[in-house]
């Protein structure tokens, strides 16, 4: 157990929806980093806030957004679904910044849409 | 464009050593991380490396050549529980961006 807690676990929905993603880090983290891994891209980047700012920012669609709230607990949410946003989301978390910090894992969330 | 170099698949015996190599080319470099990923979970941190030389931890070590955009995970003593997927993954910047490589997945056989 990373210390990193996402829900759901699993979700199911339709083309055009919008979805939201949570993730709560490890007690003490300020950093929380999303991901996105389908079977035919690997593991993706998406973006990542330190203590409530964003830091840095991969390839993430417009389509998709996130925040780090006061607790830092962060959300992501996904609109206008495509069949193609289909993967495992995983959030993570480190101490610092991210330059040398171990980052911890979350379970994923598998997100089919239909 | 950014781009990370893993070759897709490797087999090696229980109780060999295997290295994994990773190629690099960024526009700059803030370090360079490996993570073990068991399919189905989530990844995990094995090493970090931002200076050149040999990072050893345990049966694990990595090595990084930031002149050649060069690494290496080195697995010893492979066990089967090391029968999984190995990312590179590599920051670059700035401002800070993290990639990572598409993985090499990894069979030990008894």
């Known amino acids: 157990d990373s210390g990193v807690t996402q829900t759901p676990k699993h979700l199911i929905t339709a083309t055009g929806q919008r979805v939201t993603l949570r993730c709560s880090p490890r007690s003490g983290d300020l950093s929380v980093y999303w991901y996105q891994q389908s079977l035919d891209q690997g593991l993706q980047f998406l973006i990542q806030y330190y203590n409530g700012e964003e830091r840095a920012k991969g390839n993430i669609l417009e389509r998709f957004s996130a925040q780090q709230f006061p607790d830092l607990h962060s959300e992501l949410n996904l609109s206008s679904l495509e069949l193609g946003d289909s993967a495992l989301y995983f959030c993570a978390s480190s101490a610092g910044t991210g330059e040398g910090n171990e980052q911890f894992f979350g379970p994923g969330t598998r997100l089919t849409v239909l | 464009g950014q781009n990370i170099d893993q070759p897709t698949e490797m087999t090696a015996t229980e109780g060999a050593i295997v290295q994994i190599n990773c190629t690099y080319q960024?526009?700059?470099?803030?370090?360079l991380f490996w993570y073990q990923q068991h399919a189905g979970e989530a990844p995990t941190f094995l090493s970090y490396?931002?200076?050149?030389g040999l990072e050893e931890k345990g049966r694990f070590s990595s090595f990084l050549s930031r002149s050649k955009g060069y690494s290496y995970l080195l697995l010893k003593e492979l066990q089967m529980k090391d029968s999984a997927s190995y990312l590179c993954a590599v920051i670059y910047g700035p401002p800070d961006k993290l990639i990572f490589g598409t993985g090499t997945r990894l069979q030990v056989f008894p």
């Open positions: 960024t526009s700059g470099f803030n370090g």
């Open positions: 490396n931002v200076l050149d």
